[in-house]
């Protein structure tokens, strides 16, 4: 991910969409937010979306520990599947809540942008992990 | 109680744990990790101090008007939020030995914190101070420390956690049990029947 190529053109692209989404939530509940690349601005609030704030971390996590789990192909594959939905489902909450946040309750968003989102991401992924593992079990003997 | 409230709680002890706990905990790390940093240093010029919720970095071969480089030294220790929102999982955790589990899960997690902290300012030395950084660190120590850092604050503070709590907090019933088959239990054994031969 901190390689450069990688993170020009997959990492960054992926961020600006995401920051484009958010940008069209933020702008359906009244937030005159305008996207540019991976920066969200307003005129009482800007946030840019930077590694780290992309999900992408909490991705990579749980396709490495899917990936080290004996489990069918096809399994991990759904499992990959549906967590990185999830994920970026969640992801997205935290962007525009942050950036509510940030425009509206400036005193909480360092507490929310660096604890509370972080780690509910981390936790969210873990979950999905430990739910998948103990739902598939031992069945991975011919993966 | 059920599983998803449990977490909550979990994770909201570890948000007040560490939000509020923080100020104080940074002077126990730096108390700590200055002796480990200054174990590779000859002389021994650095010197932590914590400012609320930041480590500020001092050496005594600073110029006494330069400004201090520093750290934020919550980021560093924000998983413990994580270890106690996956702690809360365990059913009677309050008994059964549960606390010292914790307890040690805690302890463990503390000395990692200690490591980061080493590993953080290394990676600040190492690229973070122009000349000085380029006259005193070649180009694998550079990547090392600061390879070393950025995988902790991705991946490693997390995965500590995560391995902490599966080590050490979690609940004896295997995570991998296929379904309908009862993972191993607590408490006393029974004791087990001669299996029959015919």
Known sequence: MAVKPANDHVIVPFTERIVGVSTAVLRAVGEPAVASGTRITSPSFAVDVKNGCNGVEAMLILLAAVLAFPAPWRSRLAALAAGALVIQVLNLVRVVSLFWLGAHHREVFDL????????LLILTAVGLFVLWSRRVGGRGARA | ???APRVAAGFLAGLLLWWTGTPAYNRLLVAASEPALRLSERPAATRLYAEERRIVVDRADFASRSERPSLPGDDLTLNVILLLALSATRRRLFRDRGVLHLLAALGALGLTHVAAVVVAVKALYATQLGSWSAAHYG???????VGAAHFYRVAGCWAVAFVLWWAVVRPGVSAASPPGRPGRRRGPRRASRPRERG
């Open chain 1, 112 to 119: 929310f942008h660096t604890a509370v989102w972080q780690t």
């Open chain 2, 139 to 145: 180009a694998v120590s550079r990547n090392l420390w």
């Open chain 2, 1 to 3: 109680m059920g599983l």
